[in-house]
């Protein structure tokens, strides 16, 4: 008996001389694996808009007859101040009335028109030309002028346009399955390639009461929102393209995990693997929002579970793992 146990105690002492001289060799017998515990991410839903910068209050002026500008006295894109004279206007002559009409008329006739009609025309407006000057009613910015060549001005189309920049306000397109989600007072971040590196607040302010369609082949309708804008400035320009991201409900946090930590199989299971003593012991779960560096985690996983970094490492369930912290 006395042979036995010393014969047992040389084994016991012959591994631990092995283990002492090759530890490299039972460590390869383990996958070596970083870990992490699930976290909560504040995650708020937004909206993703496009549109345009415009001017919340603005003065156009539209005129009744066509007229000649004798002089104008800005520019587009001008600065001007309340009672600046602006241009100065005179009725446009017969001759000139013609060769704005007639175009038109051809087009829509389809026939020649001369003879008797351009006689009755050239009779018209033969009182004599009332000179009329133009004054801005308000401070702003020249954002349209149509009152610029020898041509009279076009009646479908305001002769200028006064914009107010401190006015200045966004409107987008927001998609008729996503306008639900929208409400009066959401706040929203703007965005755009003609103010790049700059970034603006705002708030909306007003939802357009109809959708519309931009064509009539059956696409999304789109409902106008406008967001009011905190602090424009001058970067900003009428007519400049805008992306909006708005705020669509209050924060809530989500329980979430790396993407490299989760797996999917062929079944397209989705799982993860948890750390079980020395094992690494697969988890199936359910995901659900994905956000720009992690995705949440549905069902499947509790805050305090060890879930190794990286799915990818592991070949079989129940393989043998030495957890590492991470870093080292």
């Not at 009755?120 to 009613?137: C, F, I, K």
């Not at 006064?162 to 927001?174: C, G, K, L, M």
Request: proline residues 5%; aromatic residues 6%.
């Amino acid at each position: 008996m006395a042979f036995k146990r010393v014969g047992a105690l040389l084994v016991v002492c012959g591994l631990f001389g092995l283990t002492a001289l090759a530890p490299g060799a039972v460590l390869r017998q383990y996958t070596q694996v970083e870990f992490l515990h699930p976290s909560f991410t504040l995650y708020e839903q937004r909206v993703k808009a496009s549109g345009q910068i415009v001017a919340g209050n603005s003065w156009s002026l539209y005129l009744e007859q066509p007229v000649m500008a004798s002089a104008v006295h800005v520019e587009l894109g001008e600065q001007v101040r309340a009672g600046e004279l602006l241009a100065e206007l005179e009725q446009a002559a017969p001759a000139a009335l013609q060769e704005q009409a007639l175009p038109a008329l051809r087009s829509t006739t389809g026939l020649p028109v001369e003879g008797s009609y351009l006689e009755s025309l050239s009779g018209r407006n033969t009182a004599g030309s009332t000179p009329e000057q133009v004054t801005a009613p308000m401070d702003g910015i020249v954002s349209a002028l149509n009152l610029e060549g020898p041509l009279p001005s076009s009646l479908a189309q305001p002769a200028v346009t006064i914009s107010d920049p401190n006015s200045f306000e966004a409107v987008v397109q927001v998609r008729e399955s996503e306008i639900a989600q929208i409400q009066v007072g959401n706040q929203a971040v703007l965005k755009g390639s003609g103010f790049s590196g700059r970034t603006y607040t705002g708030t909306v302010a007003r939802i357009s009461p109809v959708a519309r369609r931009e064509t009539l082949s059956g696409q999304e309708a789109m409902v106008d929102v406008y967001i009011s804008i905190a602090g424009p400035d001058t970067y900003l320009k009428e007519g400049f393209t805008v992306q909006a991201e708005i705020s669509a409900g209050e924060a809530r946090p989500l329980l979430t995990v790396p993407y490299a930590a989760v797996g999917q199989d062929e079944n397209n299971l989705e799982y993860v693997y948890l750390a079980k003593g020395s094992q690494a012991v697969r988890q199936e779960i359910v995901t659900g929002i994905e956000l720009t560096h992690s995705v949440e985690v549905a069902q499947g996983l509790a805050p305090g579970d060890v879930v190794l970094t990286d799915a990818s490492q592991i070949t079989q369930d129940g393989e043998r793992i030495l957890l590492l912290r991470e870093g080292e």
